[in-house]
């Protein structure tokens, strides 16, 4: 937990997929302090005219490069989101070529009663975590 959810319209390769996975979970433990192990991530690919993503009037292009990263997380300071923010738009600029411009996130704050890792238990309910 943190659930990453990634909205990306289709044309990228499995590697470029990974690359895409693996620079956002670091962003990930270094912002949000979260173990390594501490990974849930699924992609959803769309076909280009599927995503109509624009810029609220903020004055940028996107391209078919967009990517959408939906996190559904406990709640979490706002000095850590706008940290993960900072961190996914450089760290995905620079290991992938994603232009910041192409890049959006929404995160969903839930509860510790809102997760069930398995096994039919709310294990941070339980103190399992």
Same mark, same amino acid.
């Given at each position: 937990?943190?659930?990453?959810?990634?909205?990306? $319209? %289709?044309?990228?390769? %499995?590697?470029e997929?990974?690359?895409?996975? =693996?620079?956002a979970?670091?962003?990930?433990? *270094?912002?949000?302090?979260? +173990? *390594?192990?501490?990974?849930?991530? $699924?992609?959803?690919?769309?076909? *280009?005219?599927?995503?109509? $993503?624009? =810029?609220?009037?903020?004055?940028?292009?996107?391209?078919?490069?967009?990517?959408?990263?939906?996190?559904?997380?406990?709640?979490?300071?706002?000095?850590?989101?706008?940290?993960?923010?900072?961190?996914?738009?450089?760290?995905?600029?620079?290991?992938?070529?994603?232009? +910041? /411009?192409?890049?959006?996130?929404? $995160?969903? %704050?839930? =509860?510790?009663?809102?997760? /069930?890792?398995?096994?039919? *238990?709310?294990?941070?309910?339980?103190?399992?975590?």
């Amino acid at each position: 937990m943190p659930l990453l959810r990634f909205d990306v $319209i %289709e044309g990228r390769n %499995e590697e470029e997929l990974k690359l895409l996975l =693996d620079t956002a979970h670091d962003a990930m433990v *270094e912002a949000f302090d979260v +173990p *390594e192990r501490d990974r849930y991530q $699924i992609v959803h690919t769309h076909k *280009e005219h599927e995503m109509i $993503i624009q =810029d609220t009037g903020l004055g940028f292009e996107r391209t078919h490069n967009l990517v959408l990263i939906s996190v559904t997380s406990k709640s979490r300071t706002q000095e850590k989101k706008q940290t993960l923010y900072r961190l996914l738009a450089e760290r995905l600029e620079a290991n992938c070529g994603l232009a +910041p /411009s192409d890049l959006m996130v929404s $995160i969903v %704050e839930n =509860d510790a009663a809102d997760w /069930s890792f398995g096994m039919g *238990e709310a294990q941070f309910l339980t103190g399992k975590l």
